[in-house]
């Protein structure tokens, strides 16, 4: 048996970790760059080809970049479809090392470590764990932190990667998840079998493509929440939140470190059983979300993980700052403490459900020089003005009548709003005017004034 190994490289601090197992090694050898094949002999020392009993390591100190295709590949002699560990780095070097699977299907007994300036690229369908032995290590390091790719090599199919802790280990993501699937399909990072995914404060998640890419969860009782701390950038395509939890369980956080950012013609969907919106954690966001002119869609599934409806009535409890144009289709609960701004140089911010604004929650608009150009929230049910909420204006002009807010129905009103305007409360919507305090009057009509008397002493 093995017991724990840590290794130190240098002060770029790659560590390998694994639960006591009995295992032989592989290590690739080659150190120059370019493009190599994963199932040729000559670019191994120890066990080749690297088979199931087997720690995989990638970790040379590399001048150029390098490339390693067909890791698994269903096609040719002495072909790799499981190994025990897979590390991959390029600790001390610059350059870049990435492993792309091949066709075949990929297990990795006890794991990944994805470390400095390394990518792993998963095409098909792939397992990382076993039950309860899961290393699940992305590492940070900003533009060369360890990289996780999914994108599916068949255009007419999706698939799906397995994290497998065996319901009692935890996964989180401290490197780069990127999802960039094509022709419309579906690319996934399955986490059913984990307690909790989280993205933590280092983590990075990038959608991008013409698919759906997102995390799933294997449908029953075990599954946990999708944690954000660190940034998720959806930039096209679809990315999906999917817990599959028939329970009370699953769902979503953003936490007072997460950002998400959902571009123009790029969808976030978070999507949960009806017994768990109902019974379950409130889905919440606590960070930053910023519609960058994309779409945040809740959604709907029956007992059986089944697509109902995207529902409106699903609730986004809001205690940190929800900002920017684009559309929520969904409803929103805006908590103390709370920012509610839309717009992104002046636009609209469209809120397909209700929204709720309770004691010490604002909604920051800005005002243009012109009649109608402002920031707006256009909401298709209820806008409800708690006591103790505050409007923030900022900006307009003299005589200029802006339309803040628009909804099915308006109810109650700002108990604080930013001097020198005045609100009109309609029953459909919230219109406001700059009204400048007397004596900044007096003294812009005394600047006029003298600036008129001036080009007359010298016509």
Request: aromatic share 8%; net charge neutral.
């Amino acid at each position: 048996m093995r017991v724990k190994l840590t290794v130190l490289v240098a002060s770029a601090l790659f560590i390998v970790t694994s639960a006591q197992r009995a295992s032989a090694e592989s290590r690739w050898s080659t150190t120059t760059g370019g493009t190599f094949d994963w199932n040729t002999s000559g670019n191994w020392q120890g066990t080749f080809p690297p088979g199931a009993t087997d720690d995989v390591r990638i970790t040379n100190d590399l001048g150029s970049a390098q490339l390693i295709t067909n890791m698994g590949s269903s096609v040719g002699v002495n072909v790799t479809n499981a190994i025990n560990f897979l590390a991959i780095s390029n600790g001390l070097g610059s350059a870049s090392v990435t492993v792309q699977q091949g066709g075949g299907l990929f297990r990795s007994t006890f794991g990944i470590q994805i470390g400095k300036n390394a990518t792993l690229i998963l095409t098909t369908n792939s397992l990382i764990g076993t039950n309860s032995s899961l290393t699940f290590d992305l590492r940070p390091g900003g533009g060369s932190a360890g990289t996780l790719i999914l994108s599916n090599a068949s255009p007419t199919s999706g698939f799906s990667t397995f994290l497998n802790g065996g319901g009692s280990i935890s996964a989180v993501n401290a490197g780069t998840i990127a999802f960039t699937p094509v022709n419309n399909q579906l690319v996934s990072l399955n986490y059913g079998q984990v307690t909790a995914f989280t993205n933590n404060a280092n983590g990075t998640v990038v959608m991008s493509g013409s698919g759906t890419g997102g995390f799933i969860g294997n449908f029953g009782a075990n599954n946990r929440a999708f944690v954000n701390s660190g940034s998720i950038f959806v930039q096209g395509g679809t990315f999906r939140v999917d817990s599959r939890d028939a329970f009370s369980r699953g769902g979503f956080q953003n936490t007072s470190t997460g950002f998400i950012q959902v571009n123009n013609n790029a969808t976030l969907e978070l999507r949960r059983t009806t017994n768990s919106w109902l019974n379950g954690a409130t889905v919440t966001n606590q960070g930053t979300v910023f519609m960058n002119g994309g779409s945040m869609v809740l959604a709907d599934l029956d007992q059986s993980g089944n697509f109902i409806k995207t529902n409106n009535a699903r609730v986004v409890a809001n205690t940190g700052t929800f900002e920017g144009t684009g559309t929520l289709d969904g409803s929103l609960n805006g908590l103390s403490g709370s920012l509610l701004a839309p717009g992104l140089g002046f636009g609209t911010l469209n809120v397909g459900g209700s929204v709720s604004l309770l004691s010490n929650s604002a909604l920051s608009v800005e005002l243009g020089s012109l009649a109608g150009q402002n920031d707006l929230l256009a909401v298709g049910s209820n806008l409800t003005l708690s006591v103790g909420s505050i409007l923030d204006l900022s900006g307009g002009a003299i005589g200029n009548v802006y339309t803040v807010a628009t909804a099915f129905a308006v109810s109650g009103v700002f108990s604080m709003v930013t001097p020198n305007y005045t609100v009109t409360y309609d029953p459909t919507d919230i219109r406001v005017q700059f009204v400048p305090e007397p004596s900044t009057l007096m003294l812009a009509a005394a600047g006029l004034l003298g600036l008129l008397t001036l080009r007359r002493r010298n016509s």
